[in-house]
C-alpha cells in the first residue's frame, strides 16, 4: 500500500498547529533552553494523537511509521517550533528495551516512556572512563533477587530531575572487558544514589556527577543477558546513526538566527555593519539545504536497503558544525551589548542573554554528539578503506 506523503505532511501540520500551546511555542522559537516542563507537556499531547514514539513499531506503541514519515515529522514540527522528542527515553533506552528487554520488562517501561511519566538519563562515562568506555569499573553483583551496585558515573545529563537512569556496570572482571559489562536500569530515589551538579560555562544545569553506594535494585532490571550490556550499547548506538530530527532542527536554529540578526541590525542601525554577518548567514543557509539533500538520500537508501556508507558521519559532522557557526553568528549580534554580563545572572527574557547561553550550550551539545574531528576521521577511514 502506497503512503500519501504529502497527505501526511498536511496532517502533520495541521495537528502542529492546533495542538501545540502557544507557550511551548513561544520557548522553541525564541531559542530558550526547553526543560522538562515543556518536554513532557508535549509528550503527552503527542502521546494522546498516537504520535509519542515515531521510531518504534506499532505493536508496542509506536507509530510504526517509515524512514520518510519519520523525516517528515521532524520537518513539520521544527518547522512549527515545536519541542523536539526527548531523546533518553524514546530514541534510545526505549528501542534497546524493544530490541533485548523481556515481555514483563516491555510492558512495565515502555508505557511510562511514551506518556512521558519516566524521565530518563544515561550512565555511561565515568572519571577514567571517556573514550574508552569498555574500561568503566562501575560494579554490580548479585545478591540473592537483587543486584548491589557501587561506583560513579559523570557527565550525566538531567540526572537531577530524571527518575530513572539506564547504565553498564561491570558484573565480571574475569572475561575480556567488554564481555564483563551488563545494563541495568536504577530508579533514581533509590537508597545510596547521590547527584551532584556540574556547574558549566553556559550558566545553565544539564550536566552532573552521579554516585552509587550499594545501591540495590531488583535482578529483573537488568536488560538482555548478563555480560552482554555492550552489545545493548552498540544496538543503541546504531540507532542514533542517522537521528532525522539533527536535520530538522538545524533549520530551526537558522531561522531563529536570522530573526536575531535582522533584529540587532535594525537597532544598530547606522552604529554597525552587519553585511558580514549576513553573508555568513548566506553560506549557512547553502550547507542547511545540503544537510537536507544529504538526509533525503539517506533515507532513500535506507528504504531500498542501500549501504548508507560514510553519509551519517557527513551529515552529522555537517549539522555540527553549521549549528556551531550559526550560534557564533547569534552570538556576534549580540555580544557587543551582552559582554560584560554574568551567565549566573543572565535574564531569560533577555535575548543577548539567552543567545549566550544557547552559544555554549550548542557546543556542548555537538560535542557530545560526537565531534567533526571524531567524524571526520570515521570518512577518512571508510574511504581509505581503514
Known sequence: ???????????????????????????????QKITKREYQAWQKILNAQGWGAPSWPAEVGGTGWDIRQRLIFEEVMADNDCPPLYHHGLGHIGPVIIRFGTPEQ?????????????WWCQGYSEPGSGSDLASLSTSARLDGGEWVINGQKIWTSHAHEASMIYMLVRTSREAKK??????ILVPM???????????????WHHLNEVFFEEVRVRADNLVGEVGKGWTCAKYLLERERLPPANVARLELLRRQVVRLVEEAAT??????????????????????????????????????????GVQPSAIKM????????????????????????????ADPEVPAATWIQNYMFTRARTIAGG?????RNVIANELLGA
Do not use: N, W
Open 1 to 31: 500500500m502506497s503512503i500519501d506523503y504529502a497527505g501526511f505532511r498536511r496532517e502533520l501540520e495541521e495537528f502542529a498547529r492546533k495542538s501545540c500551546p502557544s507557550e511551548i511555542r513561544a520557548v522553541v522559537a525564541a531559542g
Open 106 to 118: 516491555k510492558a512495565r517501561f515502555l508505557p511510562r516512556i511514551l506518556d512521558g511519566s519516566d
Open 178 to 183: 567488554q564481555e564483563g559489562i551488563s545494563l
Open 189 to 203: 530515589d533509590a537508597p545510596g544514589v547521590t547527584v551532584r551538579p556540574i556547574r558549566t560555562i553556559d550558566g
Open 267 to 308: 537597532a544598530a542601525r547606522g552604529r554597525r555593519d552587519f553585511s558580514g554577518l549576513h553573508h555568513k548567514l548566506l553560506l549557512c543557509e547553502a550547507e542547511a539545504k545540503g544537510a537536507r539533500v544529504m538526509m533525503a538520500q539517506a533515507t532513500d537508501d535506507l528504504i531500498h536497503q542501500r549501504a548508507l
Open 318 to 345: 555537517t549539522c555540527a558544525d553549521v549549528a556551531q557557526r550559526l550560534t557564533t553568528i547569534a552570538l556576534d549580534a549580540v555580544g557587543p551589548e551582552a559582554a560584560h554580563r554574568f551567565l549566573a545572572d
Open 371 to 375: 565531534t567533526s574531528e571524531v567524524q
